[in-house]
């Protein structure tokens, strides 16, 4: 059941969104309309709105004002409530209209159609009383109008119909007096006069006949024609000219209301006859359309082509005027609609605040990628964007307000419950190239789904899904629709499953499924093909395309995509992306070159910034308490100290960055810390390894307690070491790790269908002395033997940490500390190994040089690895205990 029952409705000209809201803002307040909680501003017919109220006492408290004053921003609005819809015009003929609807609602409506329609009426009236009349009258006007004369009009030719007889009565006469003609003025007061014609009856009837022609030939009358088109009336002094229609007395007056028509006013046969010329000679037009794909044809001869166009029209006799083929938001290209065969009802918005049952989707992803019936697609500087893609589009504009986009998401799920669409996907609203705040973005657009959803009876509409470009705008609207939404919506979010091609973001703003049309009207039909062929011909010689490889646009970032977003839209480009992942962009001649210009500065760019991410690494500090190595743009941003918008994660969180304190800070995650490592020429600096100074070779830093890396390491040390950590070092060995590193690859290209290198953490008791001497030179299988040698002579390394706490292998030092490597190991391929072996035994007897890389205590249960090859172990962390 609506929750609306009682609707009133009101008579005004076309309201905006932001004139809508606060008309309903005013019947919402009682104590400015006497009314309270109602709909939202309706249009249910031309200049006709309607608002419905939860309670009746609130509808009758609006009726009983009737009058509402309230002041919009283009002056002030004065409605007249009434409890019915007002009136309804019928078209009965060409000449008749039938209106129907309340007594009072009519005679404003007729009286509003009389305004645009040529009346003229004839009321005798006597002078003494006509004197009257006309003092009150210019009184009045002086009063209101001082600035307008008024005076009274001579009746019209009388001195001309005198000479004209008097004319014809001396040539009549000739010196005889055959006929007279005498003037008598009306004595009942009217304004008329009487003509007498006395005399012979051959020269009184040539008089009489001579008076009826004059009367027959200078009587005013109006004729109407109607125009087949809207844009007839604004092309018509065009249209007159390029029929030959000679310059009369008759008056040619062109109007669109009711209906496209010319109005002839003048003489009577003059009317008469003009109005068969121009009938005949309109009748005998071709009209035709011409559709040139991509809106760059309007945009052309709306400028430079302004010129080639007219003089198209000169040489083949023709009009040619633009024809808009896209309708304005509300409605939907028809031909793609699927209605749904049948639905379900579902529970709505009550006023206990029970809501639709709805599933709200919060996506990263390409809009062009989703399977719903309906796509919104935002019109960006009045150009449209949208994809070619199946499904129905939906073309909508907004405003840089958020009551504007929060009004636009109410109109868009009315929209789709009205036409039976089931699911409907739209982006971030006014986000991203619009220039809104996403969190205020955000707000407005889940705002205005929940208010869409609670004053719309939703039998239809189950699925709204929030399709979003990157996980900044993906975490601002979880966050804040967590906190708007109740248990009863379902809201799930869903990050991208795989990753999208960079181009797919201009496909969502290319308008290639865009289309421009003209009509052409012309004299003939050749006239008209001639014309429209040659207009074609003007249009393919301004055109071009240039394709991209999909290499040269795997690098583009998010800024890069809205860059060229925004010239698609601001040049009216065609992009397509065929299967292959290459792009071809076609369109006006500048257009294309500057997006060339464009890819080619991105790409010279792009090499700049690969050139420095091989040299120099920014990190910044994951939620997991790791290092993350920033994307190559924001590493090359903060080494330009080029940080004024911000930069991105590899998540395509937004940050903001103090380089001084080398801290960002996100809306969504808070703060973190930044860092800088620069490469040297032959090694590449692991993440979590701290900058080192030139011709440093070798630094040990001392773990803090409360960083996330001391944390890790003590967790993994004490699930099976129950000892006191007193202190965690990393070792930053880039000789050892170079080496340990060379190996890794070695081992990974070497057993590459086998598992790889099998990189391990594994730990190494050892001793004060012996510690100084691994950290400098690494480990050394050739001092096996001075613990234990059981499966072989080479380096070992324990799987438990409690293993490696034994003091037989860490034996305490002095001051009773013990000491632990952490390592990292490549374990390899490996095998049961055996005491006196000095190297891992063959894969295979009959290839002895091809080894395994380690040996094992136990193959099925390895609780210790050991490894022949000095290169194949790195001490990462050095752990102090007791």
């Not at 109407?224 to 029929?243: A, C």
């Amino acid at each position: 059941m609506n929750a609306y029952q009682y609707p009133l409705f009101f008579e005004a000209r076309d309201l905006t969104d932001r004139e809508k809201r606060k008309i309903w803002r005013h019947f919402q307040r009682r104590r400015d309309s006497g009314g309270g909680e109602c709909s939202v501003i309706e249009k249910v017919e031309d200049d006709v709105y309607k608002v419905s109220f939860q309670e009746s006492q609130d509808q009758q408290r609006v009726l009983q004002r009737k009058t509402h004053t309230i002041s919009l921003p283009g002056g002030v609005l004065r409605l007249t409530i009434r409890e019915t819809s007002l009136s309804q015009v019928y078209k009965e003929s060409d000449y008749a209209v039938v209106v129907v609807g309340e007594t009072e609602a009519v005679k404003e409506k007729i009286a509003i159609l009389e305004k645009f329609l040529p009346i003229q009426k004839e009321l005798p009236v006597v002078e003494r009383k006509f004197k009257l009349v006309e003092d009150e009258f210019k009184q009045e006007m002086s009063t209101r109008y001082p600035d307008v004369k008024v005076s009274r009009a001579v009746p019209p030719d009388l001195t001309r119909v005198k000479e004209m007889l008097q004319k014809a009565k001396n040539e009549a006469n000739r010196g005889e007096f055959r006929v007279d003609v005498r003037f008598i003025s009306s004595s009942s007061g009217t304004p008329t006069t009487q003509v007498q014609l006395v005399g012979y009856t051959e020269q009184v009837n040539k008089l009489k006949d001579l008076l009826h022609d004059y009367q027959t030939n200078q009587i005013l009358t109006q004729e109407v024609i109607n125009l087949q088109f809207p844009e007839m009336v604004d092309y018509f002094d065009k249209i007159l000219k390029m029929v030959g229609m000679k310059q009369t007395k008759v008056i040619l007056k062109v109007s669109h209301f009711p209906n496209p028509f010319v109005l002839l006013s003048g003489p009577l046969h003059l009317v008469k006859e003009t109005q068969q010329a121009l009938s005949s000679a309109l009748a005998s037009l071709t009209l035709d359309t011409l559709v040139l794909d991509g809106p760059g044809a309007q945009r052309y001869f709306q400028g430079d082509g302004k010129v080639s166009k007219e003089l198209v029209e000169s040489s083949f006799l023709v009009l040619i005027w633009q024809q808009d083929v896209y309708s304005k938001f509300g409605t939907i290209n028809q031909g793609s609609i699927n209605r749904p065969s049948s639905c379900t009802p579902r529970s709505h918005f009550n006023a206990l605040g029970e809501m639709n049952k709805m599933n709200l989707e919060i996506k990263i992803c390409s809009l062009e990628d989703e399977q719903v019936n309906v796509l919104v697609a935002p019109m960006l500087n009045q150009q449209l964007a949208s994809t070619n893609i199946g499904t129905s589009l939906l073309h909508v504009r907004g405003e840089n307000d958020a009551g504007a986009v929060e009004q636009l998401v109410c109109d868009i799920i009315k929209c789709c419950e009205d036409n039976g669409f089931t699911s409907v996907a739209m982006p971030a609203i006014r986000a991203g190239a619009g220039g809104m705040d996403p969190v205020v973005v955000a707000g407005a657009i889940l705002r205005g789904i929940k208010v869409g959803t609670s004053s719309t009876i939703l039998h239809r509409l189950a699925t709204i899904r929030l399709v979003l470009r990157n996980m900044d705008l993906f975490l601002t609207f979880k966050h804040q629709a967590m906190q708007m939404f109740s248990p009863l919506t379902q809201v799930s979010q869903q990050l991208p499953r795989v990753q999208q091609s960079p181009v797919s973001g201009i496909l969502n703003t290319s308008i290639a499924g865009q289309q421009s049309a003209f009509q052409f009207l012309g004299l003939s039909r050749k006239n008209v093909d001639d014309a429209m062929e040659r207009f074609s011909e003007l249009y393919d010689t301004q055109c071009s395309n240039h394709n991209f490889n999909k290499e040269d646009l795997m690098d583009l970032t998010t800024e890069d995509v809205l860059g060229l977003q925004q010239l698609v839209e601001s040049e009216g480009l065609c992009v397509q992306l065929d299967p292959s992942g290459n792009l071809t962009v076609s369109g006006l001649k500048d257009g294309v070159s500057k997006m060339v210009m464009l890819m080619h500065d991105i790409f010279m760019r792009t090499k700049e910034e690969n050139n420095l991410y091989t040299r120099v690494a920014w990190c910044i500090m994951g939620q997991n308490g790791n290092w993350e190595r920033l994307p190559k743009t924001s590493n090359y941003k903060l080494e330009k100290q080029d940080i004024k918008g911000g930069i991105q994660d590899a998540r395509g969180v937004l940050w903001q960055v103090d380089l001084k304190e080398r801290k960002g800070t996100s809306h969504a995650l808070g703060q973190s810390i930044l860092k800088r490592v620069e490469h040297l020429d032959d090694f590449t600096f692991p993440l979590y390894w701290d900058s080192m100074a030139p011709g440093e070779v070798m630094k040990v830093v001392t773990l803090q307690p409360h960083s996330q890396e001391y944390k890790t390491v003590e967790r993994d040390f004490k699930q099976t070491a129950h000892k006191k950590i007193r202190k965690i070092e990393r070792l930053q060995n880039i000789h050892l790790r170079r080496a340990y590193e060379a190996q890794k690859k070695q081992l990974s290209d070497k057993n590459k269908n086998q598992g790889g290198e099998g990189e391990k953490l594994l730990y190494h008791g050892t001793t004060r002395e012996s510690s100084d001497s691994i950290m400098k030179t690494g480990f050394n299988r050739r001092f096996a033997g001075q613990n234990a040698t059981a499966y072989g002579k080479g380096t070992y390394f324990a799987v438990k940490a409690s293993y490696s706490a034994s003091t037989t292998y860490s034996r305490p030092a002095a001051d009773g500390f013990q000491r632990m490597f952490l390592a990292k190991v490549l374990t390899g391929m490996f095998t049961q190994g055996q005491q006196g072996m000095k190297v891992p035994p063959p894969l295979d007897d009959r290839q002895p040089s091809s080894r395994y890389d380690s040996v094992v205590d136990n193959i099925s249960s390895p609780g210790m690895f050991i490894v022949f090859h000095d290169d194949q172990a790195y001490p990462d962390y050095l752990i102090t205990f007791n």
